[in-house]
Nanobody
């Protein structure tokens, strides 16, 4: 059983940056890929970024590519999401999740954190 805890959310202005953290414990976390998702009020949850644990390959959707960067710290069992040039439309609850492989569909992720709120004011 893998437990995930997100942190680092907050209220920022448009153009600012934030770094989210996803700390993992339990299980063999290094066998999992980690993804970040977000869900805004009234909208479906959407994929934001993912990283493979084995080779650190990454994947982003077009709407965050060039602004968001996912990375990992092996020794700390932690995955980060660096978010730059934030926009009001990035406002959402951000979740990290673990899956057996690097996928974009949330239904394929096995473990989820509780989420952290990111609010970007204009």
């Amino acid at each position: 059983q893998v437990q995930l805890v997100e942190s680092g959310g907050g209220l920022v202005q448009a153009g600012d940056s934030l770094r989210l953290s996803c700390a993992a414990s339990g299980g063999t976390f290094r066998r999992y890929a980690v993804g970040w998702f977000r869900q805004a009020p009234g909208k479906e949850r959407e994929f934001v970024a993912a990283i493979n644990w084995s080779d650190a390959s990454t994947h982003y959707p077009e709407y965050v590519k060039g602004r968001f960067t996912i990375s990992r710290h092996n020794a700390k069992n932690t995955v980060y999401l660096q978010m730059n040039s934030l926009k009001p439309e990035d406002t959402a609850v951000y979740y990290c999740a673990a899956a057996r492989s690097m996928v974009v569909r949330d239904s394929e992720y096995d473990y989820w954190g509780q989420g952290t709120q990111v609010t970007v004011s204009s």
